[in-house]
C-alpha cells in the first residue's frame, strides 16, 4: 500500500475487511471466559467427550486461539521491513521470507504465547470441574483443593500442594525467560 510503511510479514498482505477481522478478534477477547462454559459443555456431550482428555484440551486451546492471534500479529508488525526488503533483493520467496527470517525472529513470542497458553490452562479450575466427572482425572489444580475441607484446612499440606504445582511452570520459566521478556516487550532476541 503506498505511502504506508510496510513493517512485517503481517502488514504486507492487505486484503479487504483485515482491520475488520482484527476487530473481531479483539472482541471475541474481550469477552468474559464464563460466557463460554455453557457452550463449549453442551458441545462437548454432543460430542460424547464427557470426561475425557480431548474435553479439556481442546477447549483450552480453542479458547486462546484469538489471544495467539492477537499477540503474533502485534508481534509481526514490530518485525524491520529492512530484513524482508534485503532477502527480496536476494531472490528469496515469500515462502523463505516467512520461514528463514520471520519464523526465526518470532521464536520470542512463540515462547511467550507458550508460556501463557500453559499458565491459563494449568491454574483453571471451571472448566475442569464441568467437563469431567472422575475425580481421579482431574489436573493437579484441582487436586491442591482437596486438602480443604468444610470442617478444616490442612495448611501445611496445603502450602506444600501449591508449591508442587507451581514448580513445572517455574522451571520453565526459568529456562525461558529470557525468551519470554523479549516476546512481551515486542524485542527481538537472537
Do not use: C
Amino acid at each position: 500500500m503506498p505511502g504506508r510503511p510496510h513493517s512485517s510479514m503481517a502488514a504486507r498482505y492487505r486484503f479487504p475487511g483485515r482491520e475488520t477481522i482484527f476487530f473481531l478478534i479483539l472482541m471475541i477477547i474481550m469477552l468474559p471466559g464464563i460466557l463460554l462454559v455453557i457452550p463449549m459443555f453442551t458441545q462437548i456431550v454432543s460430542w460424547n467427550w464427557q470426561n475425557s482428555v480431548q474435553a479439556i484440551v481442546l477447549p483450552w486451546a480453542a479458547v486462546q486461539i484469538p489471544f495467539g492471534m492477537f499477540l503474533m500479529r502485534t508481534f509481526f508488525e514490530t518485525l524491520p521491513a529492512a530484513y524482508f526488503e534485503a532477502a527480496r533483493m536476494d531472490g528469496a520467496s515469500e515462502l523463505q521470507l516467512f520461514s528463514k527470517i520471520a519464523i526465526p525472529l518470532a521464536l520470542p513470542a512463540f515462547a511467550t504465547l507458550a508460556i501463557l497458553t500453559l499458565l491459563f490452562s494449568w491454574n483453571d479450575l471451571i472448566w475442569p470441574l464441568i467437563a469431567l466427572f472422575d475425580n481421579h482425572k482431574y489436573p493437579i489444580s484441582i487436586g491442591v483443593l482437596a486438602f480443604n475441607t468444610n470442617t478444616s484446612t490442612d495448611y501445611g499440606a496445603t502450602f506444600s500442594a501449591y508449591v508442587m504445582a507451581s514448580l513445572p511452570l517455574l522451571i520453565l520459566f526459568s529456562f525461558t525467560a529470557k525468551r519470554f521478556m523479549a516476546g512481551l516487550s515486542g524485542g527481538i532476541s537472537l
